[in-house]
Structures are given as structure tokens and as C-alpha cells.
């Protein structure tokens, strides 16, 4: 269940000044799509990078001994390699709306900064060749806006598919003491396991409330599990905050985020993985004041690093449990209905 302090929406746009999209294409060879987190000015992004094989684009800028801090959006799309191509389609959005690291004298003269990740959903629509392109990301990025948006099987989440079991997009948020928004979008297209087989329920806990599913439910679920075959695979996303952090910090807010991702898959950052995550701090608020104790910034900044790992784990399970079935992988709940049924 989600914290006492948790937003109603539940989404990265609790987070304000962001805005999010989603693209996809679904049906006649097609499974797959592309989301768009549109970010304020001036944020700074971080980034981690794990699992052994990741497809991603512009993360170099991300490192803290790269010279720009900020960036103006991230894409995260399905298509692997190819569907790198989405973030072009970003990017032409933003030039045309003048965003962008100014590189010339007029105000349109900007190179907008579109750091990205992919999953593989490769022919998992029927069509290999079916892949996002930069109309995706065109489309994701017009979509954007700041309120909360769909999850499940939507946007990158749509190919999206873990131990075969239909993947998808989750969202989960966290106000702390002194109002800064912690938040998190995930994409989770695992090669490990959201579920534990035992119980039959998430190995982390999410925002909706489940209960046991029963015996018959539990032994469908195995069968599904077991019977998947190894493929390439990925869990990417974003963890964002209102707090004002270094990009140094935004990358360690990534990397802890990482914590959260392995309480929710078991096992994670596999050889068969390109698990990366997105740290942006939009700044609004300040971690300490100057006449703060010395070691007031280093234990909030430290909270905020935990919330942000578990709102990331939240969003993962959120992702599989809100799924619903697009192709030949059943949806969680499809297989285990009555996880999902209140009790009277």
C-alpha cells in the first residue's frame, strides 16, 4: 500500500513543472511505444546505467565531469537501438518551441537535450521491422502534460514483458516532511520476477491493495513463469524530486533508485538487462539553510535518496499490476483474479 503522504495522483507529475506522454501503436504487427517526460527549466539530471546490455542515448552529458548540468526532456521508447530514433522526434518539438542549449545568436538557435533508454520489444507485435521512429516521439512529446497519466500497458510499457507476463509503465509518489515531492516512472520489461510464485503476490508492495491469490491462481501463475524463455530484456525509468540537488547527487539519486528496482525483481542487472535509471532534481526546494547544523543537508539529502528507491520499487509493481494483455502475454491479474477482488 502506498505511504500516509503519498500524492493522489500517484504519478512522476506530482513532481511540478513536469509533464509526461505517452505514444504507442498496437494490433497488425505492431506492439510497442514510446514515453516522454518534458522537464523545467534548469533541472539537473543524473543518470545510472546497469545490466549488461543497455541501449541509451546522450547519458555521457549526464556524467558530473560533463560540462552542461540540465537537460530539456527524456525518452524512454521500446525498438531497442532503433528506437532511439523517438528521441529526434523530441527534439524537433522542442526546437520548434525554442527549447534547447542556446548555441547561436537568435533565440531559435538551440540544440534541445534528449538523454534516452530503451527496452526490447523486437517483433514482439508479430512484425520485427514495427518499431518506434521519431513520429513516437513526436507524438509522446505533444501528448506531455502535467497531470498524472496512464499506467500498464501503455507507451514504452506497451511490448514491455516480464517472465511471461505483459510488462508495462508505473507511477508512484512520496510528499516528505517539508513538502518535497519525491517521484518515480518505471518501465519494466524484467528478465526476473515481480512475483513471488509462493504467495503468488508482488515481492514488493504497491499502491493497490491485492490479497492472496488462490491455489488453482497460484499454480497458473507458476506455469506462466516457468514456462517463459529467457529473452532480452530491461527495467528503465526516472526518479524525480523538487529538491535542488548537484548533479553529482541526481546521479546518486539514480543509482540508489537501483536499490529499489532489485527489492521489486529478483533477479535484477542481469547479463540479460540494460537496467537505467534518470535522477532529475528540479530545485524548488532547498535541502538546508545556511545556518542549519553542518550535517542537516547530508541526512535530508540522504532521505531523499530512500524515497526515492522506494517509490521507484512501487512503480514497478505498480507497472505489472495495473498491465492489461495486448498480445500473446497474459496480463498479472488475468491469470490471478482474485489478487484484485476487494474483500467484502
Keep these: ?112 537535450l534528449v538523454p534516452s533508454a530503451v527496452i526490447f520489444d523486437l517483433g514482439r507485435g508479430g512484425v520485427f521491422t514495427n518499431r518506434p521512429d521519431a513520429g513516437f516521439g513526436r507524438r509522446a512529446a505533444v501528448a506531455a502534460r502535467p497531470r498524472p497519466v496512464g499506467n500498464g500497458s501503455v507507451g514504452a510499457g506497451s511490448g514491455a514483458r516480464t517472465r511471461g507476463l505483459q510488462g508495462g509503465v508505473g507511477t508512484a509518489s512520496q510528499v516528505m516532511p517539508g513538502g518535497v515531492v519525491v517521484a518515480a516512472l518505471a518501465v519494466v520489461n524484467a528478465a526476473g520476477s515481480l512475483l513471488n510464485t509462493t504467495s503468488g503476490l508482488p515481492w514488493e508492495a504497491g499502491d493497490d491493495p491485492l490479497q492472496r491469490p488462490t491455489a488453482t491462481e497460484r499454480a497458473a501463475l507458476r506455469r506462466v513463469m516457468e514456462a517463459s524463455v529467457p529473452s532480452l530484456n530491461t527495467t528503465i525509468g526516472i526518479v524525480a524530486t523538487t529538491a535542488a540537488l548537484s548533479k553529482a547527487e541526481a546521479g546518486k539519486f539514480a543509482a540508489v533508485a537501483h536499490d529499489g528496482l532489485a527489492r521489486a525483481v529478483r533477479p535484477v542487472h542481469s547479463l540479460f538487462d540494460g537496467d537505467t535509471i534518470f535522477g532529475v532534481a528540479t530545485g524548488r526546494d532547498e535541502l538546508a539553510e545556511a545556518d542549519d547544523p553542518p550535517r542537516t543537508r547530508t541526512v535530508r539529502l540522504n532521505a531523499v535518496l530512500e524515497v526515492g528507491a522506494a517509490c521507484f520499487a512501487r512503480a514497478c509493481t505498480n507497472a505489472v499490476v495495473r498491465a492489461t494483455r495486448l498480445g500473446d502475454d497474459p496480463a498479472y491479474l488475468e491469470v490471478c483474479p482474485s489478487a484484485g477482488r476487494r474483500r467484502m
Design 1 to 112: 500500500m502506498p505511504p500516509p503522504d503519498a500524492p493522489p495522483g500517484g504519478c512522476l507529475t506530482d513532481v511540478p513543472g513536469i509533464a509526461v506522454g505517452h505514444a504507442h501503436r498496437c494490433g497488425r504487427g505492431w506492439r510497442t511505444g514510446t514515453t516522454v517526460a518534458l522537464l523545467p527549466p534548469g533541472a539537473v539530471v543524473g543518470v545510472d546505467v546497469r545490466g549488461g546490455g543497455p541501449g541509451t542515448r546522450e547519458t555521457d552529458l549526464l556524467h558530473p565531469q560533463a560540462t552542461i548540468a540540465t537537460a530539456h526532456a527524456i525518452c524512454l521508447t521500446g525498438g531497442s537501438a532503433y528506437g532511439l530514433a523517438a528521441a529526434d522526434g523530441v527534439m524537433a518539438v522542442l526546437a520548434a518551441r525554442g527549447i534547447g542549449f542556446p548555441v547561436g545568436t537568435e533565440p531559435g538557435e538551440v540544440v534541445p
